[in-house]
């Protein structure tokens, strides 16, 4: 028995909505044909048609034949309960069903269009699909009636038109509503949805509940108010109230229609045709201001996420309009320029906050742009007012060329300060290493105790000169010297005043020599002089000159040197060079020293 329940459950939820429906249908079926019958029979106001064209848009599609079936029984038994025959009842039925079907085909099937009262285009598809059902089913019920007329046609589809759009609406809202889980902001707005609508059912009631004044506007002015108040379910809500009202006074016979001196079927048709206006003066009224409100928070929210996206990037965007002389700043211009936000400065102001060395600068590229309506960009300095220097790029183009040939300049300003500090981090570093990689190429090619070049360097200088002598045909020699007896020196005086005399050599010699030429200590006591484009001798002149030099210096102690000069020949090496060279400073010690000697 407990499994069974559940089943059984089960298998009456599908079938509970349709039974609702049918239910809901019969009941206002026979409400609004006691209440509102009007000339030949034929309602004033229809809500049926509107609510079952909002159901058949709300239930799934799968389940809409159930929906249609429950409410044509209900149907039906109306019509048969009001007296109707049982075919003029049939045919009824099949009119009501079939405008409401064939509405909602339109909008479901077509897929296209879709329903909205916060939108003009979707309002338009409603009110289109309304129309075409209520064609539908006026043409349908004129062929089922007992008496055919155009009369007839016209109040069945003024009815049932007016059904659906005061009707279909308010249901539709509140399902959206149900939907997108809003009612909890809808309760919120409770107190203000009561008020107005009590105030539109007051003023109603006031009008349809005497018949001595034409007060037909206050409800159109209550319906106006209660759109602009509440949007699209105010406008909806106030004219659902206005056709209730409306019509509970003329089945009674109260209200200004009264004072229609016309035929039953006349005041029902004036009734409607009143309804009909107000229903198409408030809800596309408040559709539009919907719309509007709707833009109008897309653009707060796409302008709330520029000025994020300008925050993060430090990127403000501007416009100047050219004939007024007028800037318009966003915000992150304001906070690149270190002021307030608020109105921008005038022009003049505005290029005045430039560095002095740049405003020049600044206002010929913004001439140029709008002498030659072409776009610009710079990069410049901006000084704040508590004195802070800002880096800044800017770029801009022409804004939109009026036909009277006015036009602005619409740009945007970057603040670049990091990156120019950076940069500039980035040069210094790069001029740090460059620096430091010299010093230690001289330390690495220098000789740390005399100054000039070391071996390595010496020799390199060597090379690359006997390079350009093969290149250029042009002479080269050598000169390779030491100190005479300098073991003596060190002995004598000590290993400081040693290095003392290498220093002062060292100097004495690179006094001597020319521009082009080289001196390095090639070890020890021992140096050796590089002498590009000269012959033996030049070298053994240039060799004398260092020689004298430095036999003429200081004499605490007094040194001389031994000198041996080399040529290079043609094919000849560095290696040999310098070993040709060296047996001449040998032969130069053997006859005596402090004397030079030219190799063989």
């Given amino acids: 028995m407990a499994q069974v329940r559940p089943n059984v459950a089960q298998m009456l939820h599908p079938a509970s909505f349709p039974a609702a429906t049918g239910i809901a249908y019969y009941l206002v079926a026979s409400a609004s044909l006691f209440l509102t019958r009007g000339g030949d029979g034929i309602a004033t106001f229809w809500p049926l048609s509107g609510l079952l064209f909002a159901i058949l848009l709300i239930v799934p599609r799968h389940r809409v034949g159930w929906h249609i079936a429950a409410a044509a029984i209900a149907s039906l038994a109306a019509n048969l309960g009001s007296g109707n025959a049982l075919s003029v009842s049939i045919g009824f039925t099949v009119a009501n069903m079939a405008e409401s079907s064939f509405a909602a085909w339109l909008l479901r099937m077509r897929g296209k269009c879709q329903v909205s009262f916060t939108d003009p285009a979707g309002l338009k598809c409603f009110c289109m699909a309304a129309l075409l059902g209520a064609t539908v089913g006026a043409t349908i019920a004129v062929g089922m ?147 509007r409100e709707r833009m109008a928070i897309m653009l707060s929210e796409k302008m709330r996420l520029l000025q994020l996206a300008e925050s993060g990037a430090h990127v403000g965007h501007w416009r100047l309009d050219v004939t007024a002389q007028t800037l318009t700043w966003s915000q992150e211009v304001f906070r690149i320029h270190g002021i307030d936000d608020g109105d921008p400065p005038a022009l003049a102001n505005a290029i005045n906050a430039y560095h002095p060395d740049d405003r020049a600068s600044v206002t010929a590229h913004i001439q140029r742009a709008i002498d030659q309506c072409d776009a610009f960009e710079f990069t410049a300095r901006i000084v704040r007012p508590d004195g802070g220097i800002r880096h800044v790029f800017s770029r801009g183009e022409i804004d939109h060329i009026a036909d009277d040939g006015s036009f602005g300049l619409f740009g945007i300003i970057r603040d670049i300060t990091a990156q120019i500090a950076q940069e500039e981090a980035m040069e210094s570093a790069r001029a740090q290493a460059e620096e430091t990689a010299r010093q230690a190429t001289i330390m690495a090619e220098t000789d740390p105790l005399t100054g000039i070049a070391n071996r390595r360097r010496t020799t390199c200088a060597l090379d690359q000169a006997i390079s350009a002598a093969r290149l250029s045909d042009r002479p080269l020699s050598v000169a390779m010297f030491d100190i005479d007896h300098f073991k003596r020196i060190n002995d004598t005086y000590g290993h400081q005043a040693g290095d003392e005399v290498l220093k002062r050599v060292a100097t004495d010699a690179g006094g001597q020599l020319r521009g082009a030429d080289t001196v390095g200590r090639f070890g020890g006591e021992e140096f050796v002089i590089v002498l590009p484009d000269a012959t033996a001798q030049t070298a053994l002149l240039v060799a004398e000159r260092v020689r004298l030099a430095i036999e003429r210096g200081s004499d605490n102690p007094c040194v001389t040197i031994s000198i041996g000069v080399a040529e290079l020949a043609t094919g000849e090496a560095s290696g040999t060079l310098l070993r040709r060279a060296d047996q001449a400073l040998y032969l130069a010690k053997r006859e005596g020293r402090n004397t030079l000697r030219l190799a063989a």
Avoid: C, E
């Fill in 145 to 291: 009636a007992p008496v055919a007329s155009a009369n007839f046609w016209l109040s069945w589809f003024s009815t049932d038109l007016l059904g659906v759009l005061v009707v279909t609406p308010i249901i539709l809202m509140v399902a959206s509503a149900y939907r997108r889980n809003r009612l909890g902001a809808a309760r919120k707005m409770l107190p203000d949805i009561v008020a107005m609508l009590g105030f539109v059912t007051l003023v109603s009631g006031l009008t349809f509940g005497q018949s001595t004044y034409p007060l037909l506007f206050l409800p159109m002015l209550a319906v106006i108010i209660a759109a602009f108040r509440l949007g699209p379910f105010g406008a909806a809500g106030a004219v659902l109230i206005v056709a209730g009202v409306s019509s509970v006074a003329v089945s009674i016979g109260s209200g200004p229609l009264m004072l229609v001196h016309a035929t039953p079927l006349a005041r029902s048709l004036f009734l409607q045709f009143y309804l009909l206006t107000l229903f198409a003066a408030a809800l596309p009224i408040a559709a539009l201001l919907a719309a």
